[in-house]
């Protein structure tokens, strides 16, 4: 099946640094890509939806000044935490979906804790 | 009100044993559906998808029932391994919508 890697698996930063996160897929070409955060033992939430040379779109309430995404190729898109606070410790998993398909493949998420 | 809502559980039930889940979705809309399996400190994966005819997959059957837009996950025969949290997941629009899970833990 088709492969998506995050990277770093997990990230711990003091408050007030920014944190990037890496989202590739790696044997098919991603023309969206999502963004999801998971608080503990709730369901994961979808921040924003990502398509490849375009701006992302924002979910209600997500900041997109804080969280910026940028998808610049068709296999990578990144999310950045800016001035990250210990409220945005998550869970961060990313998913990808290649042109015409509707199945989502997630990467392994990258856990973020910030001090 | 939820788009997608679950039992949370916790349920505990003995190897061997059958364990039903229910989920319900508000949004007439969604157009397909699946069951999702996430293990502590992991992504999902696809457990199955969800038709309205029942589908099976070994020993875990799913059922749609659009009237009155209701899922269910069976899982029979129960595993050690299939401890886990079971998530029920509505595609609308290209988009997934999760609920916020079910936890299962099988006892030896």
């Known amino acids: 099946g088709a492969v998506v890697s995050q990277h770093p698996s997990w990230v711990i930063c003091k408050s007030g640094t920014s944190v990037k996160i890496e989202c590739r897929s790696l044997?098919?070409?991603?023309?969206?890509m999502f963004w999801y955060r998971q608080f503990p033992k709730q369901s994961l939430m979808l921040m924003a939806t990502?398509?490849?040379?375009?701006?992302?779109?924002?979910e209600q309430g997500v900041e997109k000044d804080k969280f910026l995404i940028n998808h610049a190729s068709l296999t990578l898109s990144t999310l950045t935490v800016t001035s990250a606070h210990p409220e945005d410790s998550s869970f961060y998993i990313c998913?990808?979906?290649?042109?015409?398909?509707?199945?989502?493949?997630f990467g392994p998420g990258t856990r973020l804790t910030v001090l | 009100r939820k788009e997608v809502e679950q039992d949370p559980g916790p349920f505990n039930v003995p190897e061997g044993a059958t364990v039903a889940f229910n989920c319900t979705y508000s949004n007439s809309a969604s157009q397909s559906f699946f069951w999702y399996r996430q293990d502590c400190r992991k992504e999902p994966k696809l457990l199955m998808s969800v038709y309205s005819s029942g589908n099976e997959d070994g020993r875990f059957t799913a059922q749609l029932n659009r009237a009155s837009q209701y899922i269910s996950l069976l899982i029979r025969d129960s595993k050690l391994s299939d401890s886990a949290t079971y998530l029920c997941v509505v595609n609308r629009g290209r988009q997934l919508t999760f609920g916020s899970g079910t936890q299962l833990t099988v006892l030896p």
């Open positions: 998913s990808a979906r290649g042109g015409g398909a509707d199945t989502q493949y």
């Open positions: 990502s398509n490849e040379g375009s701006k992302a779109t924002y």
């Open positions: 044997d098919f070409q991603a023309t969206t």
